[in-house]
């Protein structure tokens, strides 16, 4: 695409929600009075950064 190979803003907040869904996800079942928030948190986060990530570069690629 020629775009420089850094992440901006967007990607960083997106690559940051990926971690967040990652260990929300694997300490769900180690707080069992909290799992379906943690389940619910890795899930929000997960879709919140496909989202992002997708509102980001989809664009960039479309338009060549």
């Known amino acids: 695409?020629?775009?420089?190979?850094?992440?901006?803003?967007?990607?960083w907040i997106a690559y940051l929600l990926v971690?967040?869904?990652?260990?929300?996800?694997?300490?769900?079942?180690?707080t069992t009075e909290h799992?379906?928030?943690?389940?619910?948190?890795a899930a929000f986060a997960w879709i919140a950064a496909f989202a992002l990530f997708t509102a980001t570069y989809l664009p960039r690629y479309l338009r060549k």
Do not use: E, N, Q
């Not at 799992?35 to 948190?41: G, H, N, R, S």
């Open 1 to 11: 695409t020629g775009a420089p190979l850094a992440a901006d803003r967007a990607t």
């Open 19 to 30: 971690l967040i869904a990652g260990i929300s996800r694997l300490a769900a079942p180690f």
């Open 35 to 41: 799992y379906m928030i943690m389940l619910d948190t």
